[in-house]
């Protein structure tokens, strides 16, 4: 061979060779993704932030497609897009948001957690109407700078009673995400502009005056992200020194628990890790899971991903018919998205899609034209009725209601499309992550070069574990691909074009695909779902049942009665069929008496409704007769499992809790065993209360619920009263089950002086029901009608015997009243 012939012959190996290795797969699995290198195409931490793992591609680049776009369709078309119509607070004339000057109504948080969402629901769905509408409101905050830097209304400038007279940052933190939303979209310097002018005026901010408590402090991790944001786009040093700023003057979240509100909980236990990636300190991240374990190992041992605080948490009430708040589901979910991004754990991801299945879904009507208040694992009636203290707060909670709800009326609006731009997440070595699956079409610069690839996802997933992949190249490209694989999920397998991919995968990890791509590339990925059963055992050892990423309620009938007007009316939602089943499944097996059952047909519209799911499992159960609901309307509080039960042994059948309105889905075990626990109905009150008038907050039955207050402006108990009457005559009345010689009562009367308009009476009788007439009771031993505050006022009397009984109160002029307790008694009987 001659040295030519050998020379080419050399080259030529050299250049199979070289093809060859760009063509070879490498396979592997990670826990976290690395972060060796910023990603060279998208925006992402610059030094000396630490990189990010991986980073949310451009809005716009991912496209939802099945079931995830029809709940924004839904949403576009139902409440969240017509609250310019139904929300006061929304209302374009002489609203603060829209005015040059700042000056107007509605000033505070409503506007800005409307438009967080809305917009960003226009960018993803490319609605043009909704991104009209939703520029109208960004170019209001534009146009409202002030030459220090302020923008937004000038109320919260000014100094409010939220912020102890300081100015009140926490609204334009809100208003921040909008900015930056839209810039993603449009590119639009005038947003650099007004947030650097902004952040430059925070810094003259002394700090004595700078995010002093409640919610603005709190919460001001926010106001730490979007600093990270603007300083990855523009490279002002000075901007780092805002965000030493705000962490230096925030709750201390990286200390603890730092507040026990619901709300708070889900947007700022992150709080450690948003500064994280400018403190470098791994004890910040560390402090996230640690908060996140404390709460959730408190008041989270309930199916559906979230916890108990039905405004706050309170200690003992962790059962599974404690709700979360709407606002507090959304907040959660878009945490567990930025912690995903900031550690590349793939755990964050997994709980942000078990709330987003499972508890959600049904903080909505079906169409997504109402939202409740509070949602919860066990929550067999939707009604409009106080539920007060088993929940928190008074009044309406359960009910939907679509102009009701402040706060979660309009937060909720960025769940669903903040859900649907996370699906996919550039990483720092300039591949892809499949971060969260859902139907969809993604397109994203990949590769050295930046190559532009397009990828088509098809699946049903969360309801069947199979995710079909197809790349579209213009020239062959070399990139990673990320593959989550959820913690649930043993045995995943992997195809490229029809070949199985030789791999070990692992739940809670990333399967890494890092290979030369060609056009036309098809994946499919295989997560095989498993009947499982969690034993809650801090919570009575309740069990909830699993398939994959979904857990399962008891299907209940659901009848739906409408309420207020007719074009946004409400509804309140009542069970059709029983409810009050135990599981007869042995934990150790629980496919023994479960089946799972698949609809194999296309995806409904909305899935998540019981008639649109495409599974169903079968269960074997029966009724726990003394299950019933409690003195205040809840499903009762579980009772240690096993439950003892002689009912029949029955077929039911479950649902996806995303599925479902009414749910069960944290379950006591039933059985027949004389060894079970004999469950005790709940008490209920002793008499059957009514008044002339009780205030929609307060609930009559209160009287004699046995709850004793420690002071007559006790909040920590439930009460009645007869607000906003004011200065009137009016009435309480006891029903008694059956006629009954009474001697003696006693009143503990409600006076909240110093924190509203409710004060003891100025007089007060009695009077006994003696046949059809009412008369008033003669008192004896020199006993007295008394009004005095902080104790019980008794009064005794010639006995009585009668079914009824009331007390008759005049006000004092100008103010209303009401009652904590109200106690009737017979004569004590002499001992010999």
Known sequence: MNSSLALLTALGLLAGAALAHAGAAKVHTVTTVPAAAPNKHYVSNRSPLLTSPLVRLPIGAITPRGWLRKQLELQAEGFIGKLTEISGFCREKDNAWLSKTGEGHSPWEEVPYWLKGYGDMGYVLKNENIVREARKWIEGMLASQQ????????????????????????????????????????????????????????????????????????????????????????????????????????????????????????????????????????????????NYQEVWGLYGQVPGGMFGADENCRRGFDDPHQGAESCSMVEFMHSAQLLTRISGDPRWAERCEDVAFNSYPASHTPDLKGLHYLTAPNQVVLDRRNHSPGIQNGGCMFAYNPRSYRCCQHNVSHGWPYYAEELWLATADNGLCASLYAACNVEAKVGDAGTTVKIAEDTAYPFVGTVALTLAAA???????????????NGATLTINGQPVAAKTQPRSYLVVDRQWSDGDRLTL???????????????????????????SLKIGEEYKPFGDKEWPGCEVFPTTPWNYGLAVDPAKPEASLEVVLRHRPLAGQVFT???????????????????????????????????????????????????????????????????????????????????????????????????????????????????????????????????????????????????????????????????AWKEVKLTGGSACGTAKNAFNKITFEPVTTREVRLEVQLREGVSGGILEWRVGPRPTTKK
């Open 147 to 290: 030459p220090d830097g302020w923008f937004g209304p000038v109320a919260n400038k000014g100094g409010s009673r939220r912020a102890r007279g300081k100015p009140d940052l926490w609204p334009n933190m809100i208003a921040l995400n909008c900015l930056q939303s839209y810039h993603e979209v449009t590119g639009d310097p005038r947003v650099l502009d007004l947030m650097g002018k902004y952040f430059r005026w925070q810094l003259t901010v002394p700090d004595a005056d700078f995010l002093p408590p409640f919610w603005q402090q709190q919460r001001a991790s926010d106001n730490l992200e979007s600093v990270h944001w603007l300083y990855n786009r523009t490279g002002d040093a000075e901007l780092l020194k805002v965000s030493e700023k705000t962490h230096r003057n925030m709750a201390r979240w990286d200390q603890g628990v730092a507040n026990w509100h619901g709300v708070n909980i889900c947007q700022c236990f992150r709080a450690p890790g948003i500064f994280y990636v400018q403190g470098k300190d791994r004890a910040l991240l560390d402090a996230v899971e640690r």
């Open 610 to 772: 019981p008639a649109g799911t495409p599974i169903e499992i079968r269960a074997k159960a029966r009724k726990v007769p003394e299950w019933t609901l409690d003195r205040h309307g809840l499903c009762a509080a579980l009772q240690p499992s096993p439950a003892r039960t002689a009912e029949p042994l029955e077929t039911v059948t479950l649902i996806p809790m995303g599925c479902a309105r009414l749910r069960i889905s944290a379950f006591p075990i039933a059985s027949t065993s004389p060894d079970a626990h004999a469950w005790q109905a709940p008490p209920q009150p002793a008499y059957r209360a009514t008044a002339s008038h009780c205030h929609g907050g307060d609930d009559v039955g209160a009287m004699c619920d046995g709850l004793l207050p420690k002071t007559s402006n006790d909040h920590a108990v439930p009460r009645m009263t007869w607000w906003d009457h004011k200065g009137t005559t009016e009435w309480v009345a006891y029903k008694l089950a059956k006629p009954a010689t009474l001697a003696w009562a006693d009143v503990y009367w409600f006076d909240d002086t110093g924190a509203g308009q409710c004060r003891v009476p100025a007089s007060w009788k009695m009077l006994a029901k003696v046949g059809d």
């Open 526 to 552: 295989t997560l095989p779902m498993h009947l499982g059963l969690r034993v809650w055992t801090k919570n009575k050892n309740a069990v909830s049942v699993d398939y994959g990423p979904l857990t399962f």
């Open 475 to 489: 020239k062959p490209v070399r990139f990673p691909l990320y593959l989550r694989i959820p913690a649930w999920c």
